[in-house]
Antibody
C-alpha cells in the first residue's frame, strides 16, 4: 500500500531554515510528480510546490518562491522541501502528496501523508 | 493565477439530505483539470473526484462531480454521518495547482 511519511517539522525562529522530508513507499516513486501542500491552523489548503517525476521541472506558489526549494532523491524514494527565510505566516502543517498520473505534472493529488507541523515563532 | 471560489462557505444539512457544493474558477480550466477533496478534522485530505466527474478509487457512488469551463459542482446524493467534513476543489492546470477556500458540510 502507498505510504507517505513526512518528517522534519518543529519550532523555528523567524529568518531561520528548516528541511522537510517525505519518505515514500508502495509505488514507483520515480514515475510520479510530487507536491507539498500546507495548511495553517484553522485555515484551508494552500498548494506550495511541485516537482516533476525526474526532477527536471519545479513550480512554486508565489508566497514561497525564492525562499523554498523542492527536490527529490529517486534512488532513496524521498521528497524534500528546503525552507529558508522562514516567516510566522509559514506556520502550518505541511503535507506531501503524490501526483496521480504517470510522469504527468498536470495531475491531481491522489495519496497524501499525515503531515508535519512547522511553527515559526520567536 | 486561477482563483477558485467555493460556495457556500458552510452548508447545514441533515443525514439523508442532498448536498450541492459549487466551485467557480476565475478563468476557464483546461481539459477539466478539476478535483474535489474531503478533509475531516485531524486528517489529511482524501481525493474524491478528478477530471471534474470521475470518482477516485473506493469513493461511494453517492458522490458525483459535474461541470466544465468555469463552473463545477460536487453533489452528495444522500448524506451519510461520515460525510460531514470540509470539501475543497482544486485545479491542476500547469498554470498552478490552486485550491478553493473550502465548504464545510455540517450537521443541522
Amino acid at each position: 500500500q502507498v505510504q507517505l511519511v513526512e518528517s522534519g517539522g518543529g519550532v523555528v525562529q523567524p529568518g531561520r531554515s528548516l528541511r522537510l522530508s517525505c519518505a515514500a513507499s508502495g509505488f514507483t516513486f520515480s514515475s510520479y510528480a510530487m507536491h507539498w501542500v500546507r495548511q495553517a491552523p484553522g485555515k484551508g489548503l494552500e498548494w506550495v510546490a511541485v516537482i516533476s517525476y525526474d526532477g527536471s521541472n519545479k513550480y512554486y506558489a508565489d508566497s514561497v518562491k525564492g525562499r523554498f526549494t523542492i527536490s527529490r532523491d529517486n534512488s532513496n524514494n524521498t521528497l524534500y522541501l528546503q525552507m529558508n527565510s522562514l516567516r510566522p505566516e509559514d506556520t502550518a502543517v505541511y503535507y506531501c502528496a503524490s501526483g496521480s498520473e504517470w510522469q504527468l505534472l498536470e495531475s491531481c493529488l491522489d495519496y497524501w501523508g499525515q503531515g508535519t507541523l512547522v511553527t515559526v515563532s520567536s | 493565477e486561477i482563483v477558485l471560489t467555493q460556495s457556500p462557505g458552510t452548508l447545514s444539512l441533515s443525514p439523508g439530505e442532498r448536498a450541492t457544493l459549487s466551485c467557480r474558477a476565475s478563468q476557464s480550466i483546461s481539459s477539466s483539470y478539476l478535483a474535489w477533496y474531503q478533509q475531516k478534522p485531524g486528517q489529511a485530505p482524501r481525493l474524491l473526484i478528478y477530471g471534474a466527474s470521475s470518482r477516485a478509487t473506493d469513493i461511494p457512488d453517492r458522490f458525483s462531480g459535474s461541470g466544465s469551463g468555469t463552473d463545477f459542482t460536487l453533489t452528495i446524493s444522500r448524506l451519510e454521518p461520515e460525510d460531514f467534513a470540509v470539501y475543497y476543489c482544486q485545479q491542476y492546470d500547469i498554470s498552478g495547482w490552486t485550491f478553493g477556500q473550502g465548504t464545510k458540510v455540517e450537521i443541522k
